[in-house]
């Protein structure tokens, strides 16, 4: 056997290989302890209140349809495993509930084997019991196989309430705590939202109002669950505390200057600010279409956690109203920010509208025209804006002519409006006050012959004028 012999320099050189290969291998491993299995296991309602119409269909039907396409959604997603869980679907309601009618009806698997496999058994499922959502909580520990390295995700979609004296809450609190699962989602298929709180503390509580929106709440859930990257933006009353709420507001990508998400703004059920699923790799620009707009720009999302996004939205409203007897005539106004002339709103009277609280100038198209400034708007109270209503000029002329009106206060006259030469018979709606009317017919040449009269414009009360 030949001795072998190593330099210094031989030996410093395989330590260095052998540190690179354990280098390398502990960087595989670490990689590979990151991608972690998401494992979503879905408890779907199959009781016999499945059967009620909705929208469409019955609600059982459109469930199937809906969960159909989103299971195919889910085919190529990768770290994704599935299951189905049912109940409420073997045994029939009458004569006596059966209060453990739960299976695990589709193992966990990954998407693309175990979608196909829920979708098909979701066709078959026929509603026939009650609903023990707390007892299928429960039964769903065995379902949940040891993984060292998942995350277990419980979506639960139902259309009614537990109805076996079980305790959903409690069941679901133990297992959050014993780590089997995340805190549950519940989708509420047409459920009354005053079961909402019924929920809340169940887990995430989702309102599908209607068949359109069921998706949208599906593909939100997913993707919540999946990302665990939300987002919520605050809008700040005056004493920086996330009131506002209803109203529009645009999420712009910051670079192609494209919009991405158009959302209005709203509060749930526990009067919080609702939470939003962003794309995390885009930085945003963000325009809450109050009145006035308010922008914020260059907005990043933190991936792997709840971004709250703050925006001083601080509104209070303004209300037109008319003092005096309704007519058909409703003036509008122009409203513009103080000593600005752009136009923000034109609102019509009879309508209250929100603005950004501050001081604004109005524009009343009354004829004549009303001008108010410095009108103030405070945070969440109502400032009413009170004029008269308007009379009306009843003006016969005979034949077509010339002619304007003009406000009469005793020493100055001020233009109001022109006549339309084509009438022979106008109707003319004016505040309240003294007017003269002055007019020539259009076949008399001299101007001495000019017609001239005065008349007074009471709210609501209808003056007629002659002319002839």
């Not at 496999?117 to 039964?139: D, H, N, V």
């Not at 304007?404 to 003319?428: F, M, P, R």
Request: charged letters at 20%.
């Amino acid at each position: 056997m030949k001795n072998e012999q190593f330099t210094s320099k031989q030996i410093q050189v395989k330590a260095k290989s052998i540190f690179l290969l354990l280098l390398f291998q502990f960087a595989l491993i670490n990689l590979q302890a990151q991608q972690i299995t998401n494992r979503i296991l879905f408890i779907f309602d199959d009781s016999y209140s499945m059967y009620a119409p909705w929208n469409s269909n019955i609600k059982i039907e459109v469930a199937k349809k809906i969960m159909g396409e989103f299971l195919d959604s889910l085919k190529t997603i990768p770290n994704l495993e599935l299951a189905l869980r049912c109940y409420g679907h073997q045994t029939f309601i009458k004569p006596t509930r059966d209060c453990k009618d739960t299976k695990l009806e589709v193992a966990f698997g990954s998407a693309s084997k175990s979608a196909p496999l829920i979708k098909q058994r979701i066709q078959k499922l026929e509603p026939l019991g009650t609903t023990p959502i707390a007892y299928s909580l429960g039964e769903s520990v065995a379902d949940f196989t040891p993984c060292s390295n998942c995350r277990n995700i419980v979506i639960l979609i139902t259309d009614g309430i537990e109805e076996c004296e079980g305790q959903p809450c409690e069941v679901s609190l133990a297992l959050q705590k014993k780590g089997i699962f995340l805190r549950p989602f519940v989708i509420g298929v047409g459920l009354d939202v005053k079961f909402a709180d019924v929920f809340g503390c169940m887990g995430k509580f989702y309102d599908v109002s209607n068949e359109a929106n069921f998706k949208d709440v599906l593909n939100l859930v997913l993707t919540e669950a999946i990302s665990q990257t939300t987002v919520q933006v605050d809008l700040l009353d005056i004493n920086k505390k996330p009131t506002e709420t209803d109203v529009n507001m645009t999420f712009y990508d910051s670079k192609t200057k494209q919009a991405k998400y158009n959302y209005l703004h709203t509060l749930n059920h526990r009067g919080a600010p609702d939470t939003l699923v962003l794309n995390p790799d885009l930085t945003y620009d963000l325009i809450v279409h109050t009145i006035p707009p308010i922008e914020k720009k260059n907005i990043t999302i933190t991936k792997g956690k709840h971004n709250i996004i703050p925006v001083d939205a601080p509104q209070g409203y303004l209300r037109l109203e008319l003092d005096g007897a309704l007519s058909k005539y409703y003036p509008t106004t122009v409203v513009r920010k103080n000593g600005n002339m752009n136009t923000l709103n034109v609102q019509d009277f009879g309508k209250t509208e929100k603005y950004i609280i501050g001081k604004y100038d109005l524009e009343i198209l009354t004829l004549p025209r009303i001008k108010m400034n410095d009108v103030e708007i405070k945070q969440s109270t109502t400032n009413t804006i009170k004029v008269p209503t308007s009379g009306i000029a009843y003006i016969t002329k005979g034949y077509k002519g010339y002619g304007s009106i003009y406000v009469d206060d005793g020493k100055h006259l001020t233009w109001v409006c022109n006549l339309n030469n084509n009438l022979q018979q106008e109707i003319i709606y004016l505040q309240p006050g003294n007017y003269k009317l002055e007019f020539r017919y259009e076949n008399i040449k001299e101007t001495i012959k000019t017609i001239e009269r005065n008349f007074t414009i009471t709210s609501g009360v209808t003056n007629n004028i002659k002319l002839n």
